[in-house]
């Protein structure tokens, strides 16, 4: 929020910046609070999705669908035939058929993914449509079992596999797991394929909202230490003394986990593809996000090697999890 509604696009400012302003800005909000404001506010986390403010110049609300006057596709040129309720909005993504061309995800161990799982899975399931399982959903869930570093039990991942099978027809759309470098090491995809019967694994090099690895909120320090040894990149470390201190002193409330960002390899992906089928998975999907244009000509050559059945690539501007404000306003493809 700004004082006046017409702010610079290069930096966000209000023409003038008065010393006296009584509203809070980015910047003002940022010399209070330092790095807190990296991230959109705190105390939403779990309960608030989040969107880039910044004007791209170009984006999908740009493009119009053009309609033809003549002829028709799919169907006989015929004005008793080529009516409304004999539209077909079918379609197959990578040997999946769907009633619709849409496919929901990643939604993973963030808060809000968890809350509103069931509405998005029953309504997924109902409408013929693919869902995504995000990352870290095992590695998060303070139920699931680990044995000899692999899971073998996670009940939040069994819940939400449940949950749309419930309503599922067993025909169009299904439901796909991502995995991340943390899930790969924990051995998620084996146990998804061969206890929950799950059909489809993704494997996620990048997302578009912030090009970075998931990030989470914790509030917990017990659950923190527990996330750290689950293999997880947790900020501050829960496990030194002097900031379990200033935890339970609440000179801060709540602890980062960050996940790590994958540095693939075609010959790696080649192989890790073989692996999964396999192990039974009859659809292998790859989710990246919006880079470069070498990294986009690289992630489409190694695709087609491996045979990934379809790729995903997420734009930037929002997300579900902890995504920093810099880099859904400035990273990424729109």
């Known amino acids: 929020m700004t004082r006046v509604k017409d702010t610079s696009s290069i930096s966000g400012m209000c023409p003038i910046c008065l010393y006296d302003c009584p509203v809070l800005c980015q910047i003002s909000l940022a010399a209070f609070r330092g790095r807190e404001a990296i991230y959109p506010i705190p105390k939403y986390f779990g309960y608030s999705t989040a969107g880039a403010l910044k004007d791209f110049g170009l984006d999908w609300s740009h493009f119009n669908i053009h309609a033809t006057l003549r002829g028709a596709e799919g169907i006989d040129p015929d004005p008793d035939k080529a009516i409304f309720p004999a539209a077909s909005t079918e379609t197959v993504v990578g040997g999946i058929p769907l009633k619709l061309p849409v496919l929901i995800g990643a939604y993973g161990s963030t808060d809000v993914a968890r809350l509103n799982w069931d509405g998005l899975a029953v309504g997924a399931a109902i409408s013929g449509i693919g869902i995504i399982v995000g990352e870290n959903v095992c590695g998060v869930d303070p139920e699931s079992q680990i044995t000899n570093g692999k899971v073998t039990y996670s009940k939040e991942l069994e819940r939400r596999v449940n949950t749309f099978r419930k309503f599922w027809d067993g025909k169009y759309g299904d439901i796909i797991v991502q995995t991340n470098v943390e899930d790969q090491r924990l051995g998620v ?27 989470i909120r914790v509030r917990d320090l017990q659950r923190a230490i527990r996330l750290k040894k689950r293999g997880y990149v947790v900020i501050p470390d829960p496990e030194d003394p002097e900031v379990q201190e200033a935890f339970k002193q609440k000179l801060f409330d709540s602890f980062e986990r960050h996940s790590r960002v994958g540095m693939p390899t075609e010959k790696d992906t080649i192989e890790d593809v073989e692996w999964l089928r396999k192990q039974g998975a009859k659809k292998v999907s790859l989710k990246t996000g919006a880079y470069r244009p070498a990294d986009v000509a690289f992630t489409l050559k190694v695709a087609s090697e491996a045979r990934f059945d379809y790729v995903t690539f997420d734009g930037a501007g929002g997300g579900t999890g902890m995504s920093p404000v810099p880099m859904m306003d400035e990273m990424g493809i729109p």
């Open 189 to 215: 995809d084996v146990y998804a394929i061969s206890k929950l019967e799950v059909n489809c694994i993704e494997r996620k090099w990048g997302q578009g909202a912030k090009a970075i690895g998931g990030e």
